[in-house]
């Protein structure tokens, strides 16, 4: 059975950082483009980051420069580094792994920017 487990949302004041991780089971994670979406009340999910297979990375413009995204085999682990963090970031994270057109969800953090 396939499972995405986000961990690393909560509160944090406006210019701090959080770091998220995804650690996944039952996927053989290495062969994945793993990505990170968000969703805030009252919008659309919106991409946020994705690292390919090959270590090939996309950002949306509005992280571009604050966010990192990278992934370690070892551990089936993604994580999302958020610097400089802004009142508009706050959302649910959301931690995906794809494989063609098979595509798989976590249940999502909380990520909260507010002083």
């Known amino acids: 059975q396939v499972h995405l487990v986000e961990s690393g949302g909560g509160l944090v004041q406006p210019g701090g950082s959080l770091r998220l991780s995804c650690t996944t089971s039952?996927?053989?994670?290495?062969?994945?483009?793993m990505g990170w979406y968000r969703q805030a009340p009252g919008k659309q999910r919106e991409l946020v980051a994705t690292?390919?297979?090959?270590?090939?990375?996309n950002y949306a413009d509005s992280v571009k420069g604050r966010f990192t995204i990278d992934r370690d085999n070892a551990k089936n682990t993604a994580y999302l580094q958020m610097n400089s963090l802004k009142p508009e970031d706050t959302a649910v994270y959301y931690c995906?792994?794809?494989?063609?057109?098979?595509?798989?969800w976590g249940q999502g953090t909380l990520v909260t920017v507010s002083s």
């Open positions: 995906n792994a794809r494989l063609a057109i098979r595509e798989v």
């Open positions: 039952g996927i053989i994670f290495r062969i994945y483009t």
């Open positions: 690292i390919t297979s090959g270590n090939t990375t």
